[in-house]
């Protein structure tokens, strides 16, 4: 089976939005938490946004006010709604579940994140 399965991914005009999607299996609740990270061409992978067992949410400066992290732990959903996109936010979006550390600075860190989906592909055009 696999843990986790993003969707929603497409392309866009710069100023658009996009919601993405996460489906947890069920033995990988989503009161655990979880993140969303993403990865340009040639460029390492960056945290975008994290949401933790409490509730509380972090986001990368650079999306900052532009994205929202949430999720349906009814239907084991997680998701980014992402508006006014800019084309430097392009990337193979993926989502992380599985945070191992015990420190808050490992957020956003993907070392600390040992299960991720396969990832959806994010382009965003000017």
């Known amino acids: 089976q696999v843990p986790l399965v993003e969707s929603g991914g497409g392309s866009v005009q710069a100023g658009g939005s996009l919601r993405l999607s996460c489906a947890a299996s069920?033995?990988?609740?989503?009161?655990?938490?979880m993140a969303w990270f993403r990865q340009a061409p040639g460029k390492s992978r960056e945290g975008v946004a994290d949401?933790?067992?409490?509730?509380?949410?972090t986001y990368a400066d650079s999306v900052k006010g532009r994205f929202t992290i949430s999720r349906d732990n009814a239907k084991n959903i997680l998701y980014l709604q992402m508006n006014n996109l800019k084309p430097e936010d392009t990337a193979m979006y993926y989502c992380?579940?599985?945070?191992?550390?015990?420190?808050?600075?490992?957020?956003?860190?993907?070392?600390?994140?040992?299960?991720w989906g396969q990832g959806t592909q994010v382009t965003v055009s000017s």
């Open positions: 992380a579940a599985d945070f191992l550390a015990r420190e808050k600075s490992y957020i956003l860190r993907s070392a600390a994140y040992r299960t």
């Open positions: 069920g033995y990988l609740e989503l009161k655990y938490r």
């Open positions: 949401i933790g067992v409490d509730g509380t949410t």
